[in-house]
Nanobody, 121 residues
Framework: QVQLVESGGGLVQAGGSLRLSCAASGRTFSNYAMGWFRQAPGKEREFVATINWSGGSTFYADSVKGRFTISRDNAKNTVYLQMNSLKPEDTAVYYC??????????????WGQGTQVTVSS
């Protein structure tokens, strides 16, 4: 059974930083791409970033490019999202997902429960 567990969310002031982690278990982590998505209140879930199985390829939403960095440690079965220069509009529940490299929901087979990120102005 695949499990994805996010951590690292919290409350931060605008301009601050947070690092999210997602620990995966249940199948061979290094065989799959990982992604981060987010959902703000009253809005649809949106793509944030994705990383391929080796970490050699990444892709970001325009809204986070240059501020967020996705990375992975296959030895630890963990994917990270380093978020810098946070803005109030980054406030959302952040989800990690496992599957194929891509920016669309349907590329991913499994999803975590999410972690709340709140950015105050």
């Amino acid at each position: 059974q695949v499990q994805l567990v996010e951590s690292g969310g919290g409350l931060v002031q605008a301009g601050g930083s947070l690092r999210l982690s997602c620990a995966a278990s249940g199948r061979t982590f290094s065989n799959y791409a990982m992604g981060w998505f987010r959902q703000a209140p009253g809005k649809e879930r949106e793509f944030v970033a994705t990383i391929n199985w080796s970490g050699g390829s990444t892709f970001y939403a325009d809204s986070v490019k240059g501020r967020f960095t996705i990375s992975r440690d296959n030895a630890k079965n963990t994917v990270y999202l380093q978020m810098n220069s946070l803005k109030p509009e980054d406030t959302a529940v952040y989800y990690c997902a496992q599957g194929r490299f891509g920016a669309f929901d349907y590329a991913y087979d499994y999803w975590g429960q999410g972690t709340q990120v709140t950015v105050s102005s």
